[in-house]
C-alpha cells in the first residue's frame, strides 16, 4: 500500500512537466474591491425561521478590512502561484489604479483587463459567520461591460474558464471559447441565479467542464430538470464542491471523491472556490488524472482558508508540492491503518 502511495506521489509530482507547462489559460470574470466583515456569532441564531418574510436585521462587524478580490483576480492569483500563465479578461472602472499595482507586483498579464470610464470597479460587501456561511451585496459597475472584450482578441489560448461575470459577457465569452475551440469550464458561480433553466443548457452545451459548489448544484439540477448524471454526460467532467467535506468529480462514467484536506489554520473562506478552480485548471493543463488535479485543487482551498483575504496567501510551488506529498503520504498512511485493523 505504502509503494502505491509512493507510485501516486510521483505521478503528481509539481516538477514534473506532463503537458503545456506554459499553457496560457484564460480566466473570463470580475475584479473586485471586497470589503470583508466578519459576524462574531451565527447567523441562524439571529434569523427567526417563521420571520423570514419580513427580514429586518442588522449584524455588527467589529472586524472589517478591504482587499483585491473577484472571481477573475483570485483564479488568476493562484494558478501563478502554481507556476501557471494565467490570462486576466476582465472590465474595471476608474478606481482600479491600486489594483494594477497589486497585478503588476505578481507579474499578472493585464493585457486584457478594459477599463470603463465612468464606472466603479466592482464591489462586493460580504459578511461572514462563525459557521463560514456568507451573505455578499454586490455592485457589478463596469463588470456589466465585459462584453466589450472578445475571446478572439486573446492569443495562444489552450484552455479557459467562464467565471461569474457580466450576463451578456458570459454568453459572449462563452460562444467565442466555442468558435475558437478552446475547451472551457462553465463556473456559474453566485452569478447561476441571472439564467433561466433553457440559459444554463446552452452553457453547459458547449461547455468542456462544468464546476458548480453543492448549493449550486442543487439550483443547477431544479432549473434545468436535470440530474447531476445526466449534466456529467454532456460535459468531459462536473465538479461539485463540498466545503469541509471535500468534493465530487463526475467524469469518465466514474465519480471520484475527493476528500477534503485538514487546513493548518481555518481564518477566512472567502476565495476558496477560486483557489480550488485554480488547482483544477493547472491539472487540467498539465494532464493530470481527477484524483490528482481534484487533491491539488483541495490542497489550494486549504491553504488559502488559512489566510484572510482571497489574495493574501504567500506560498512557493515548491510548499504548495510538500503540502500536496504529505496529504499524499497521510491518506496512504490512513488507509493502511485502516487494512490492518480490519
Not at 23 to 51: E, Q
Not at 66 to 73: I, K, L, P, S, V
Not at 158 to 177: K, N, S, T, V
Not at 284 to 311: E, N, P, Y
Amino acid at each position: 500500500m505504502l509503494a502505491v502511495g509512493r507510485q501516486a506521489l510521483d505521478n503528481a509530482d509539481l516538477h514534473t512537466i506532463a503537458i503545456g507547462l506554459d499553457m496560457r489559460i484564460l480566466i473570463c470574470g470580475s475584479m473586485a474591491f471586497d470589503t470583508i466583515m466578519v459576524f462574531g456569532d451565527k447567523f441562524r441564531n439571529h434569523i427567526l425561521p417563521d420571520k423570514i418574510h419580513m427580514l429586518n436585521i442588522c449584524f455588527l462587524v467589529p472586524e472589517m478590512r478591504r482587499e483585491f478580490g473577484g472571481t477573475a483576480g483570485n483564479i488568476a492569483y493562484n494558478l501563478k502561484l502554481l507556476a501557471g500563465e494565467p490570462v486576466i479578461m476582465a472590465t474595471v472602472g476608474d478606481d482600479f489604479a491600486g489594483y494594477t499595482e497589486w497585478l503588476n507586483q505578481h507579474q499578472l498579464e493585464t493585457t486584457h483587463i478594459k477599463q470603463i470610464p465612468g464606472t466603479f470597479t466592482p464591489q462586493a460587501y460580504i459578511t461572514t459567520d462563525q459557521d463560514d456561511n456568507q451573505i455578499t451585496a454586490f455592485h457589478p459597475g463596469a463588470m456589466s461591460e465585459c462584453h466589450q472584450n472578445s475571446v478572439h482578441d486573446a492569443q495562444d489560448i489552450g484552455l479557459a474558464i467562464i467565471a461569474p461575470d457580466g450576463r451578456e459577457g458570459m454568453f459572449q465569452h462563452a460562444r467565442e471559447c466555442h468558435e475558437k475551440g478552446i475547451p472551457f469550464m462553465f463556473d456559474p458561480g453566485q452569478g447561476l441565479p441571472m439564467f433561466n433553466g433553457e440559459e444554463l443548457l446552452f452553457f453547459i452545451e458547449l461547455a468542456t467542464y462544468v464546476a458548480v459548489n453543492d448549493y449550486e448544484a442543487q439550483l443547477l439540477q431544479e432549473m434545468t430538470g436535470l440530474t447531476l448524471e445526466q449534466i456529467a454526460e454532456k460535459v468531459k467532467a462536473l465538479i461539485v464542491t463540498k466545503g469541509a467535506q471535500g468534493s465530487t468529480i463526475y467524469a469518465d462514467g466514474q465519480l471520484y471523491e475527493i476528500p477534503p484536506v485538514e487546513a493548518e489554520e481555518i481564518l477566512d473562506p472567502t476565495g476558496c472556490g477560486d483557489a480550488y478552480r485554480a488547482g483544477l485548471l493547472y491539472g487540467i493543463s498539465q494532464g493530470w488524472d481527477w484524483t490528482v488535479s481534484g487533491r491539488l485543487a483541495s490542497v489550494m482551498g486549504s491553504i488559502k482558508i488559512a489566510s484572510r483575504g482571497a489574495q493574501n496567501h504567500k506560498v512557493t510551488r515548491e510548499e504548495i508540492q510538500h503540502i500536496y506529498s504529505q496529504v499524499l503520504v497521510n491518506e496512504t498512511l490512513s488507509q493502511h491503518t485502516e487494512e490492518a485493523n480490519a
